[in-house]
């Protein structure tokens, strides 16, 4: 099991960016695919962004050219780089790990933080 600890959330205006972290406490964290999923209010959860162990990325196509998915395999930390927020990206933005395909479905992850909430003003 992959404990996951998301920071970085806050409020902000439109234009402005935003970075989240998420640090995983697990031995094998290059094993694994790390992925942002994001939910807002009265929506269901969907995914933003993943990166797997040889840093191949994948993006929602509303995002791409704006968030960036990285990871650091020495402070076992996956980050969201979010530049250019607009109010539509306000919401809980939640880490999760798996190993293996696919990337985009939730159903697959077996282990997801608490969320870090990001609400962008107009």
């Known amino acids: 099991q992959v404990q996951l600890v998301e920071s970085g959330g806050g409020l902000v205006q439109a234009g402005d960016s935003l970075r989240l972290s998420c640090t995983a406490s697990?031995?094998?964290?290059?094993?694994?695919?790390l992925a942002w999923f994001r939910q807002a209010p009265g929506k269901e959860r969907d995914f933003v962004a993943a990166?797997?162990?040889?840093?191949?990325?994948d993006y929602t196509n509303s995002v791409k050219g704006r968030f960036t998915i990285s990871r650091d395999y020495v402070k076992n930390t996956v980050y969201l780089e979010m530049n250019s927020l607009n109010p539509v990206d306000t919401a809980l933005y939640s880490c999760?790990?798996?190993?293996?395909?696919?990337?985009?479905?939730?159903?697959?992850?077996?282990?997801w933080g608490l969320g870090a909430r990001v609400t962008v003003s107009s």
């Open positions: 999760a790990a798996k190993s293996g395909d696919p990337w985009r479905d939730a159903s697959g992850y077996l282990s």
């Open positions: 697990v031995r094998t964290f290059s094993a694994y695919t």
């Open positions: 990166v797997n162990w040889s840093k191949n990325t």
